[in-house]
C-alpha cells in the first residue's frame, strides 16, 4: 500500500493478522490540524462514541458462545478504545461511558489485566453518577472487584463485590446480578468462606436456570470445583 510504502505507518503481526498504525509524529500533526480548525473535541466525540458503541455491541454477547470473535476485536481496538474511554470520562457524562464496562470486564478478566481494571473503574467511581443506571453501576463494581482480588486486596475486594450485588439487586440485569454473585463468591474463595462461596454460587446457578443460561453456569460451577 502507498501509505507504508512511503513510510508513512508501522506494521506488525498479531497473531494471524498484519496490523497498522500511523506514525506518532503524523499523529501528532493531525491533531494539530484539527485544534488549529477548531473541531477537536467534534471528532474526538465521534471517535468515543463509536468505540463505546463498539463495546456495548460487544457486550450484547456475554455470555453466549459468539462472545469471542468480539473479544478478539475488542484486543485489536483496545488502544483507540482507552483512548476513547479517557476522552468520554473528562467530557461526557458517565452514564455515557459506563455503557462500555460489561464488556470491558469481561475483556479485562480474560486478558488477566487487574491493573487495567483497577485503574480504570476507580477513574469510572470518580465524579457524579447521578443518572447511572445501577446494573451499569454493578458493573463497575464488579470489574473493580475483579482488580482488587487478583492484587490480593481482599477487604477491598470483598466491598467492592458486596456493593456491585447490592447494586445489580436494584436493577433488572440478571446478567449484572450473575457477575456480581460469581465476583462474589470467587473473592469468598479467596478467603476461604466455603458458606458464602456455597451461598452465592447456588443462587447465581438458580438465575442461570430461570433464564435458561448454559452458558453462565461457567463461573459458578468453577467455584463450587
Not at 458462545?65 to 476485536?73: E, G, K, L
Not at 481496538?77 to 476522552?87: D, K
Not at 476507580?122 to 458493573?139: F, H, I
Request: hydrophobic share 45%; charged share 25%.
Amino acid at each position: 500500500p502507498a501509505w507504508v510504502d512511503a513510510a508513512m505507518v508501522t506494521r506488525w503481526r498479531d497473531r494471524a493478522e498484519t496490523r497498522s498504525r500511523l506514525l506518532e509524529t503524523l499523529r501528532e500533526y493531525g491533531l494539530a490540524r484539527l485544534r488549529g480548525g477548531g473541531v477537536e473535541d467534534e471528532v474526538r466525540r465521534v471517535h468515543a462514541e463509536y468505540h463505546i458503541d463498539l463495546a456495548v455491541r460487544a457486550g450484547a454477547f456475554l455470555g453466549t458462545p459468539d462472545v469471542a470473535p468480539w473479544m478478539a476485536h475488542l484486543t485489536q481496538s483496545y488502544v483507540e478504545l482507552r483512548q476513547a474511554i479517557g476522552w468520554s470520562l473528562a467530557h461526557e457524562p458517565r452514564a455515557v461511558t459506563l455503557r462500555a464496562v460489561p464488556a470491558l470486564r469481561e475483556f479485562w478478566i480474560r486478558q488477566g489485566d487487574a491493573r487495567e481494571a483497577g485503574r480504570w473503574t476507580a477513574l469510572m467511581l470518580e465524579g457524579d453518577l447521578a443518572g447511572v443506571p445501577a446494573d451499569l453501576l454493578s458493573e463497575v463494581h464488579g470489574a473493580a472487584t475483579y482488580g482488587a482480588l487478583l492484587a490480593n486486596e481482599l477487604p477491598t475486594a470483598l466491598s467492592f463485590a458486596d456493593e456491585a450485588v447490592r447494586l445489580s439487586r436494584e436493577g433488572d440485569s440478571p446478567r449484572a446480578l450473575l457477575s456480581g454473585l460469581w465476583m462474589r463468591a470467587s473473592v469468598a474463595l479467596a478467603l476461604g468462606d466455603f458458606d458464602a462461596i456455597r451461598r452465592d454460587s447456588l443462587e447465581a446457578l438458580e438465575i442461570c436456570d430461570w433464564n435458561h443460561d448454559r452458558w453462565g453456569r461457567a463461573g459458578p460451577l468453577s467455584n463450587l470445583g
